[in-house]
């Protein structure tokens, strides 16, 4: 199984980017998907996650109203559209597929992660 993320980069504050995940080695609608996010010295923090249909979500409440997650399941592939970016979201963002999938915390203990797309916001 591959999950990787690109799209990363330095981004001035109030601009925007959106980061891929195309996956591959797994049944890609057989799993819910997200994006997490691990600042240094931070615990890793569940961003958002879309059911296997793309018919319910979720998003932490950083970034909920800024942030939008979907997915195109003929493409394997996950999205995260980033708008109105803060210093703070600077972080190594991943891609990961879930099996579970829960309304108050997203992505439950994903079976597996990708490597991770750096995102620098510049104050």
């Known amino acids: 199984v591959q999950l990787v993320e690109s799209g990363g980069g330095l981004v001035q504050a109030g601009g925007s980017l959106r980061l891929p995940c195309t996956a591959s080695?797994?049944?890609?609608?057989?799993?819910?998907m997200g994006w997490f996010r691990q600042a240094p010295g931070k615990k890793r923090e569940g961003v958002s996650c879309i059911t296997w249909n793309g018919g319910s979500t979720y998003y932490a409440d950083s970034v909920r109203g800024r942030f939008t997650i979907s997915r195109d399941n003929a493409k394997n592939t996950l999205y995260l559209r980033m708008n109105s970016l803060k210093p703070e979201d600077t972080a190594m963002y991943y891609c990961?597929?879930?099996?579970?999938?829960?309304?108050?915390?997203?992505?439950?203990?994903?079976?597996?992660w990708g490597q991770g797309t750096q995102v620098t916001v510049s104050s």
């Open positions: 990961a597929a879930a099996r579970t999938f829960t309304y108050d915390l997203g992505c439950k203990q994903p079976n597996y």
């Open positions: 080695g797994l049944t890609f609608d057989d799993f819910h």
